[in-house]
T-cell receptor
Framework: GAVVSQHPSWVICKSGTSVKIECRSLDFQATTMFWYRQFPKQSLMLMATSNEGSKATYEQGVEKDKFLINHASLTLSTLTVTSAHPEDSSFYIC?????????????FGNGTRLTVT | GENVEQHPSTLSVQEGDSAVIKCTYSDSASNYFPWYKQELGKRPQLIIDIRSNVGEKKDQRIAVTLNKTAKHFSLHITETQPEDSAVYFCAARRPGSQFYFGTGTSLTVIP
């Protein structure tokens, strides 16, 4: 149980275009989902906390107008990288815990490798 | 906020030996401490976790110990195998808060 699906697993786009990444909790509801960014050989950096039905909470230094987050339902959050640039190339991973189980572990999606050319 | 430090950043062991990774945390209110294993290009996978009401937990070759007073917890892998090679992350969380991750340990098990 507690499966998180993330799509696409990899994407290559041209500079200036936008890319949408989907994160779905398949067998549980998630009021809150988390979006991380990971550079090679580095730790997971929390970008934002996605809240169903309300605005996302962004970490310091993360541009909310560049990384648009929408959490339209209890099982789906999307991250859109707008006007992508080569420096946005990275591994993006979403995660979630079941609603009402505050001390549950994080369940991660399989990640999206974004390459901006 | 919470500050999680993890050591060592890299670790090489011979197959069959034990590996120990240590983490410290700063927030005394943190009460949940998971460990994740991440293979190259894949998602982090939970391998073991411990809550603040216990001092040790074991699952076959993997164990975690927690010292609440000193605010540190450790991952122990015994009888290491090549497939244990990966990056391991510790994390800490206080109730209702986000997870704070350590910087990761790249473990290499040499056959």
């Amino acid at each position: 149980g507690a499966v998180v699906s993330q799509h696409p697993s990899w994407v290559i786009c041209k500079s200036g275009t936008s890319v949408k990444i989907e994160c779905r909790s398949l067998d549980f509801q998630a009021t809150t989902m988390f979006w991380y960014r990971q550079f090679p050989k580095q730790s997971l950096m929390l970008m934002a906390t996605s809240n169903e039905g309300s605005k996302a909470t962004y970490e310091q230094g993360v541009e909310k107008d560049k990384f648009l987050i929408n959490h339209a339902s209890l099982t789906l959050s999307t991250l859109t990288v707008t006007s992508a640039h080569p420096e946005d190339s990275s591994f993006y991973i979403c995660s979630a815990t079941p609603t009402g189980r505050a001390n549950s572990p994080l369940h991660f999606g399989n990640g999206t490798r974004l390459t901006v050319t | 906020g919470e500050n999680v430090e993890q050591h060592p950043s890299t670790l090489s062991v011979q197959e069959g030996d034990s590996a120990v990774i240590k983490c410290t945390y700063s927030d005394s209110a943190s009460n949940y401490f998971p460990w994740y294993k991440q293979e190259l290009g894949k998602r982090p996978q939970l391998i073991i976790d411990i809550r603040s009401n216990v001092g040790e937990k074991k699952d076959q070759r993997i164990a975690v110990t927690l010292n609440k007073t000193a605010k540190h917890f450790s991952l122990h892998i015994t009888e290491t195998q090549p497939e244990d090679s990966a990056v391991y992350f510790c994390a800490a969380r206080r109730p209702g808060s986000q997870f704070y991750f350590g910087t990761g340990t790249s473990l290499t098990v040499i056959p």
